[in-house]
């Protein structure tokens, strides 16, 4: 893996993270004023870090104790992909 490609996939760990304790000033450290997010599953899309971090205040809503993990990893030049299992118990 190339640097590159090494500081995006410790960018991406630290997202989660940031995610897993609700540390929402670091998560928009991460993310660029035009992200787009799509859902395969639901069909969901949504764009700009404004509406991204809204859905994730939204799933923590739902399920405040949930946690990501990063299962595995694969990437290269400027793409990371992850899986990720996501655990927790939806309250609403």
């Known amino acids: 893996m190339s640097a590159p490609a090494t500081d ?3 960018a991406t ?3 989660i993270d940031a995610f897993n304790v609700a540390d929402w000033d670091r ?5 660029a004023g035009d992200v787009a997010y799509s859902e395969t599953g639901t069909g969901r899309h949504v764009e700009g870090a404004d509406a991204y ?3 994730c205040h ?7 104790d949930v946690v990501g993990t990063i299962t595995d990893t694969a990437g290269g030049e400027g793409v990371a992909v992850l899986q990720i299992r996501w ?3 939806h309250t609403g």
Do not use: I, S
């Not at 998560?27 to 993310?31: A, C, E, I, S, T």
């Open 8 to 10: 995006l996939g410790r």
């Open 27 to 31: 998560m928009r450290g991460h993310l």
């Open 87 to 89: 655990q927790g118990t």
């Open 13 to 15: 760990a630290d997202l």
């Open 58 to 64: 939204g799933w923590r809503e739902a399920f405040p």
């Open 53 to 55: 971090l809204d859905l």
